[in-house]
């Protein structure tokens, strides 16, 4: 039981590549989460799903993408990175009678 | 939407004093509100919550406190040890069964315990 899997942990990216963050979760949890970390502003909510097929958007969704077409999997999207989206990256799931959040162990992106 | 202040940003105490960090919330529809422990490097760990039906609980060394009239909730950390040294997010949520939680985060506080 692994729990919440994100790959890959780190990512040193140009301005204008793009990249997906993947997040894999073994628990069967309905609702997956991506947040960012940064400094001093605590975690932000990216995009959500709360099921197989669907998405929704957080409080900072703007320059992502993502998909959820399996459950366990939940992905983040960048397509053209700028430096502002230098941050951690932390996934995270909870299921339909859970309360905590599980996280997964973070990304750590910098684009240059 | 909901916004969470958290207060202090860093908190230095001795080992064996308490510590006692504070937020804030918003939206008094909110009644799940939970508390994380980040160690440097580490993913958040749930160390304790709090519903909105409870005004205290306490696991072990740990406790936090609710006012919902006052929206505002604490956590207390009692005989401080160093391996209480982390940062603490508090956290707060509209959640019930079968509907997905999206927490949103204070700002975290740094907690460090010295010898």
């Known amino acids: 039981n692994a729990g919440v899997t994100q790959t890959p942990k780190f990512r040193v990216l140009k301005t204008g590549q793009s990249m997906t963050l993947l997040c894999a979760q073994d628990?069967?949890?309905?609702?997956m989460y991506w947040y960012r970390q940064d400094p001093g502003m605590g975690l932000r909510l990216i995009h959500y799903?709360?099921?197989?097929?669907?998405?929704a958007k957080g409080e900072v969704p703007d320059g992502y993408n993502v998909s959820r077409l399996k459950k366990q999997n939940f992905l983040l999207g960048l397509e053209s990175a700028a430096p502002s989206q230098t941050s951690v990256y932390f996934c995270?799931?909870?299921?339909?009678?859970?309360?905590?959040?599980?996280f997964g162990s973070g990304t750590r992106l910098t684009v240059v | 939407g909901e916004n969470v202040e958290q207060h202090p940003s860093t908190l230095s105490v001795q080992e064996g004093d308490s510590a006692v960090i504070k937020c804030t919330y918003s939206?008094?529809?909110?009644?799940?509100f939970p508390w994380y422990k980040q160690e440097l490097g580490k993913r958040p760990q749930l160390i304790i919550d709090?519903?909105?039906?409870?005004g205290e609980k306490k696991d072990q060394r740990i406790a936090v406190t609710l006012n919902k009239t006052a929206k505002h909730f604490s956590l207390h950390i009692t005989e401080t040890q160093p391996e209480d040294s982390a940062v603490y997010f508090c956290?707060?949520?509209?959640?019930?069964?079968?509907?997905?939680?999206?927490?949103?985060f204070g700002t975290g506080t740094r907690l460090q315990v010295t010898l």
């Open positions: 995270a799931s909870t299921g339909e009678f859970d309360y905590g959040y599980t």
């Open positions: 939206d008094s529809a909110s009644n799940y």
């Open positions: 956290a707060a949520s509209i959640r019930y069964t079968g509907t997905a939680s999206k927490l949103t």
């Open positions: 628990m069967n949890h309905e609702y």
């Open positions: 799903s709360v099921g197989e097929g669907t998405t």
């Open positions: 709090i519903r909105s039906n409870v």
